[in-house]
């Protein structure tokens, strides 16, 4: 599957002479921009932690008493979220390793236990997984996705979905 890598760099374009400078791009500003190609989707979350306080200091502090209608099922790493999930709440996802899986129904959510690479390229809308916190990578069947993508961010590099689990 096709992808692209989004790399933690952007461009002041305000100056006059346009410098680089670095950014560390949220997980939701990744979100926005194709929020209208991933609404009504499913969600599995591998090694996702939904934190309280988002980079803009609003809080989440009733997911505790949520976590049963927004998590629809869990077993040890993986988790599947309700629809529409991450476009609810991506600003309260932000950590190393985090992959997460959108899909159009909740039966492709259940019909595994692992993320891998044959489930991801046959089932899923689109794929984000974070890099070391250093980088995401988004995958998509759609080229459309990955074209709004490349437009949004300054530095980004195609890449192909390699997971071998």
């Not at 209208?36 to 932690?49: A, F, N, P, R, S």
């Not at 089932?123 to 995958?139: H, L, Q, R, S, T």
Request: aromatic content about 14%; proline content about 4%; overall charge negative.
């Amino acid at each position: 599957m096709k992808g692209i890598r989004l790399i933690k760099k952007s461009v002041d374009r305000s100056l006059p002479a346009p410098i680089v400078r670095k950014k560390d791009y949220e997980f939701f500003e990744i979100v926005n921009p194709i929020a209208h190609l991933i609404t009504g989707l499913y969600w599995i979350l591998e090694d996702v932690i939904v934190w309280h306080t988002a980079s803009d200091g609003s809080t989440f502090d009733d997911f505790q008493y949520r976590y049963d209608e927004l998590i629809i099922f869990e077993r040890n790493h993986l988790k599947i979220a309700e629809s529409d999930f991450i476009l609810r709440y991506a600003k309260f996802i932000d950590r190393d390793w985090d992959n997460l899986v959108g899909l159009r129904s909740l039966q492709d959510a259940n019909d595994t236990l692992r993320l891998t690479r044959e489930f991801i390229e046959s089932k899923a809308v689109v794929y984000f997984k974070c890099i070391d916190a250093v980088y995401w990578e988004v995958y998509a069947p759609d080229p459309k996705l990955l074209l709004i993508l490349q437009e949004s961010f300054d530095f980004w590099e195609p890449c192909n979905l390699d997971r071998n689990d």
